[in-house]
């Protein structure tokens, strides 16, 4: 790993900085800086980099303190970012990024911040793919064969084939080579997970004992200080807490609104009650090690033994899609001639009989001496009213075709350690949450099966395997949209998860908030741009 070899111009750099104050770099569209925003969520995240972490508060988080070679306007559209431009060979194999040279790493304490350059691009890319980097990420970049830096300001990718809609996918975001302790591959263990800088808008001030995340605006920010000076991230453990918090002007926004909440909220003027399309769905996922669940009529008899459209319409009040599938129906990729599932508790009983398995005297089904009895563990933070009443009902539903269900609420850490790390549960209530490109792989093809991994349930299939290493290669749209079709059908077939719905997302803030547009599943893109009125700055 080459070092920086310009030492007279970091001295330059700091003797500037010890005798002149920072000058703020200023966006120039008239609007007001000031004011803070207090946000809730609904539970804590594991980690604050953007390579270990999978759950989404993490994820709106490093959309803050980090930025990526590309990105996306309110279009939709790529556009560039710490990448001015970029030049592609005609096969489509070579991309060549030019770097801007004002974007610069968040500041350690007693420090200046150091110059970003290409040498932290190639750093995040090894460290993203080391082996012993444990990161959901590192299937979406398989596609690429090396990465090379041509200079200071400019990096150079070759691909093993060309990709569809490959910008897209460099909008990964990049780490400084100088944060991680460990230069080779990145540990939960690591600081760095936990107290990281980026290049981002904002960055971490403070984390108080109560896990409040603190930021404050990035005075050097290259696209221009954000406006709103600080950004207060405020963990509930209870989504009725949460929302009595935004109705007493304790915070200013809520990220997820809970269904249920949506009335007492969208009666009162002072806030605005905004809708999101989240490529997002729920299920129940099923961990095939257990012999039992590994049985696909197995798992398609508890999904008809619940009525998922009573349960969507009595706890979210019908706010949502009852799904079929792997894909979120808000996706290209979802195949909208696969019907869910119907709701049929009598064919549940006979596909479990078909099974080989006969109801006991206590009434619930065994096969070979063993009971049908299964342990379904809920993250803490999950134990909101709407998915308590959900879970009693997915319990109360598979206990009246014979299967024992026992509940267990795991605080947020134990609860991933146990899915991801140990996998030891049989089944479990969770959210996924995609981008536009629809990628399952992580989910479901075999090699994702591992420590740490998205597959947790263990689901092989080979044909399944080959159809998703076979949409990777094409690149005609129409072809992949065919394959994901077919995978959809398989999978819909095969029922690795219960497959619930997408919820329509709501998100709640004070109407002081303005020029507030929300990202679909990053929620934070664009929030360097929002403002408060001087007048309601506080």
């Given at each position: 790993m080459k070092k920086l070899t310009q030492v007279t111009c970091l001295v330059l750099i700091m003797s500037l900085i010890l005798i002149a104050p920072a000058i703020a770099k200023l966006k120039r569209d008239g609007r007001p800086n000031g004011g803070m925003l207090n946000y809730g969520e609904y539970g804590r995240p594991a980690t604050l980099d953007p390579i270990t972490s999978n759950d989404m508060i993490a994820l709106r988080i490093t959309e803050l303190i980090f930025t990526g070679l590309t990105g996306i306007n309110e279009r939709q559209e790529i556009v560039p970012d710490?990448?001015?431009?970029?030049?592609?060979?005609?096969?489509?194999?070579?991309?060549?990024?030019?770097?801007?040279?004002?974007?610069?790493?968040?500041?350690?304490?007693?420090?200046?911040?150091?110059?970003?350059?290409?040498?932290?691009?190639?750093?995040?890319?090894?460290?993203?793919?080391?082996?012993?980097?444990?990161?959901?990420?590192?299937?979406?970049?398989?596609?690429?064969?090396?990465?090379?830096?041509?200079?200071?300001?400019?990096?150079?990718?070759?691909?093993?084939?060309?990709?569809?809609?490959?910008?897209?996918?460099?909008?990964?975001?990049?780490?400084p080579q100088h944060g991680p302790e460990n230069p080779l591959y990145l540990t939960r263990e690591d600081p760095f997970v936990q107290h990281p800088i980026g290049t981002g808008p904002y960055q971490i001030k403070k984390i108080t004992s109560e896990r409040e995340i603190i930021l404050v605006a990035n005075e050097d920010f290259y696209k221009g200080r954000p406006h709103i000076d600080k950004l207060v991230a405020k963990p509930f453990a209870d989504q009725n807490i949460m929302t009595q918090a935004l109705m007493f002007n304790a915070i200013d926004m809520i990220v997820l609104v809970n269904p249920r909440d949506i009335p007492e909220i969208q009666g009162d003027k002072r806030y605005v009650l905004e809708p999101y399309n989240a490529l997002s769905y729920s299920f129940f996922g099923y961990n095939l090690r257990n012999e039992m669940l590994a049985d696909k009529q197995v798992r398609k008899a508890f999904t008809c033994a619940v009525n998922r459209q009573a349960l969507l319409d009595s706890f979210f009040g019908g706010q949502g899609t009852i799904i079929s599938g792997p894909f979120a129906p808000g996706s290209w990729a979802?195949?909208?001639?696969?019907?869910?599932?119907?709701?049929?508790?009598?064919?549940?009983?006979?596909?479990?009989?078909?099974?080989?398995?006969?109801?006991?005297?206590?009434?619930?089904?065994?096969?070979?001496?063993?009971?049908?009895?299964?342990?379904?563990?809920?993250?803490?933070?999950?134990?909101?009213?709407?998915?308590?009443?959900?879970?009693?009902?997915?319990?109360?539903?598979?206990?009246?075709?014979?299967?024992?269900?026992?509940?267990?609420?795991?605080?947020?850490?134990?609860?991933?350690?146990?899915?991801?790390?140990?996998?030891?549960?049989?089944?479990?209530?969770?959210?996924?949450?995609?981008?536009?490109?629809?990628?399952?792989?992580?989910?479901?093809?075999?090699?994702?099966?591992?420590?740490?991994?998205?597959?947790?349930?263990?689901?092989?299939?080979?044909?399944?395997?080959?159809?998703?290493?076979?949409?990777?290669?094409?690149?005609?749209?129409?072809?992949?949209?065919?394959?994901?079709?077919?995978?959809?059908?398989?999978?819909?077939?095969?029922?690795?998860?219960?497959?619930?719905?997408?919820?329509?997302?709501?998100?709640?803030?004070?109407?002081?908030?303005?020029?507030?547009?929300?990202?679909?599943?990053?929620?934070?893109?664009?929030?360097?741009?929002?403002?408060?009125?001087?007048?309601?700055?506080?």
């Open positions: 710490l990448a001015e431009r970029w030049e592609i060979s005609e096969e489509g194999r070579i991309y060549t990024f030019f770097l801007r040279k004002d974007a610069k790493w968040h500041a350690k304490a007693g420090a200046p911040p150091k110059p970003f350059t290409a040498e932290d691009v190639i750093f995040t890319y090894n460290i993203m793919m080391h082996p012993k980097t444990i990161t959901p990420l590192k299937v979406r970049y398989e596609f690429i064969e090396s990465a090379t830096m041509v200079d200071q300001y400019t990096v150079q990718f070759t691909l093993k084939r060309p990709i569809l809609n490959a910008l897209g996918k460099f909008s990964f975001k990049v780490i979802y195949n909208l001639d696969v019907q869910p599932l119907p709701f049929d508790p009598q064919k549940a009983k006979q596909m479990l009989e078909a099974a080989g398995f006969r109801q006991g005297s206590d009434g619930i089904m065994e096969r070979n001496g063993e009971k049908l009895s299964l342990v379904l563990k809920v993250p803490i933070e999950k134990e909101s009213e709407a998915v308590k009443r959900v879970v009693l009902a997915f319990k109360n539903s598979l206990r009246k075709v014979g299967v024992d269900i026992k509940v267990e609420f795991k605080e947020w850490l134990a609860w991933k350690e146990d899915i991801f790390l140990k996998h030891d549960f049989d089944i479990i209530f969770a959210s996924w949450v995609f981008d536009d490109s629809a990628d399952i792989s992580s989910l479901f093809h075999s090699s994702e099966i591992g420590a740490w991994k998205n597959n947790f349930g263990a689901y092989s299939n080979p044909e399944v395997d080959s159809l998703i290493v076979e949409s990777k290669l094409t690149l005609d749209h129409e072809k992949r949209r065919t394959i994901y079709r077919r995978l959809h059908a398989m999978l819909s077939e095969e029922n690795p998860y219960t497959f619930l719905w997408t919820l329509t997302n709501y998100a709640a803030y004070h109407k002081k908030l303005r020029h507030v547009a929300i990202h679909p599943y990053k929620f934070f893109s664009f929030a360097d741009e929002w403002f408060i009125p001087e007048e309601d700055q506080r």
